[in-house]
């Protein structure tokens, strides 16, 4: 039997924060019945869910450092208009152009509300 990722798991200071952005991000739901926030699918958390790998936000009492990144998703688009479109609605959602010393590559580096960076990948890659 093959394994499967089925979670991923955010550092944060403010786990409900981040939680919030990614859910937005990814047309989820946010959940924080406790301490974590778990961020998947809409109608509440599965685990593990069959089908989606859901986020788990966890709050860390210290800052990202540039010597520890806390986690990195590469996101995929299915156009350079779906990329651009998907671009300009994560930054409406606090997300950040960042440089990573990417130089020029067909996809977008951003970071979330807390300095995590992401991609933002085009359709061939």
């Known amino acids: 039997m093959a394994l499967r990722p089925v979670q991923v798991n955010i550092k944060a200071l403010d786990a ?5 952005f990614w859910a937005e991000a990814l047309g989820w739901s946010a959940y924080s019945p406790g301490v974590t926030t778990y961020v998947g699918p809409a109608g509440g958390p599965v685990w593990p869910d069959p089908v989606a790998v859901g986020i788990d936000v966890v709050p860390v009492p210290e800052p990202k450092t540039t010597t520890k990144n806390r986690v990195h998703l590469d996101l995929a688009t299915t156009s ?7 671009v300009a609605r994560l930054q409406a959602l606090g ?26 990948l085009a359709p061939s890659h």
């Open 16 to 20: 409900s924060a981040v939680g919030r």
């Open 80 to 86: 350079a208009a779906h990329q651009a479109e998907l």
């Open 95 to 120: 997300a950040t152009p960042a440089d990573v010393g990417q130089g020029s590559v067909p996809w977008s580096v951003l970071a979330d509300p807390e300095g995590n960076e992401f991609c933002v």
